[in-house]
């Protein structure tokens, strides 16, 4: 469990093809107080501590993951830097809304506008995603909590500030990029419920 509050930039120091994919990723974590096993969010998806370093760790990536993130659509390359937040604990200030690391699919960067000193990014999410994405609703993309402005049809806009650009890899996002997308659990219960009734 997550909370989509990004607490470190990682970068992508060995990549390699094994049964699975497998990731190092350099970070500025205090490795000593990670265990083998504990789940960090890399770009939004939830992934498993296999290996660990002074200041790295390692990660294996399914198939699957690969297929259902912008890991298969825009591939990990050495020097890419990946937005990292660790397993939620409990006391800790939930900041941004309840994430689980679980990516519903792929969405894509159509438009960026600057507003002010923030920016005003439109995305283009997959059609049988759109339904569970409303105004001033969360989605997490690539792993950050973001409030949704307005929604129409397939797409939909956020707007990022100058502190999220910094601490965050959106200060590097661009027109066309793919964007890991997970919906509002809340959402996802509603629209299910709405179905049973």
């Keep these: 469990m997550f909370t989509g509050i990004i607490t470190d930039i990682g970068e992508i120091r060995e990549i390699e093809q094994r049964g699975d994919l497998r990731a190092r990723i350099g970070t500025a974590y205090d490795t000593n107080g990670i265990d083998i096993g504990a789940s960090i969010a890399c770009d939004g998806v939830c992934l498993t501590v296999v290996a660990l370093g002074p200041d790295w760790f390692d990660v294996d990536i399914s198939a699957e993951t690969v297929n259902k993130t912008n890991i298969g659509v825009s591939r990990w390359d050495l020097g890419h830097r990946i937005n990292l937040e660790r397993a939620l604990r409990v006391g800790d ?7 689980s690391g679980h990516v519903d699919g ?8 600057d ?4 920016t005003r990014m439109t995305f283009r999410a ?3 995603l759109a339904r569970f994405i409303a105004p001033k609703g969360s989605v997490c993309l690539n792993g950050t909590s973001l409030t949704v402005n307005e929604v129409s049809g397939a797409t939909f806009g956020i707007n990022l500030i100058p502190h999220t650009q910094a601490v965050t890899t959106w200060g590097r996002a661009r027109s066309g990029d793919h964007i890991n997308l997970e919906i509002d659990t809340l959402a996802r219960y509603v629209a299910r419920l709405q179905e049973t009734l």
């Excluded at 792929?106 to 506008?113: E, K, L, P, S």
């Design 126 to 128: 997959p059609e049988n």
């Design 115 to 118: 507003e002010g000193d923030s």
């Design 93 to 99: 200030e939930l900041g941004g809304h309840i994430v």
């Design 106 to 113: 792929v969405a894509q960067i159509i438009d960026m506008t």
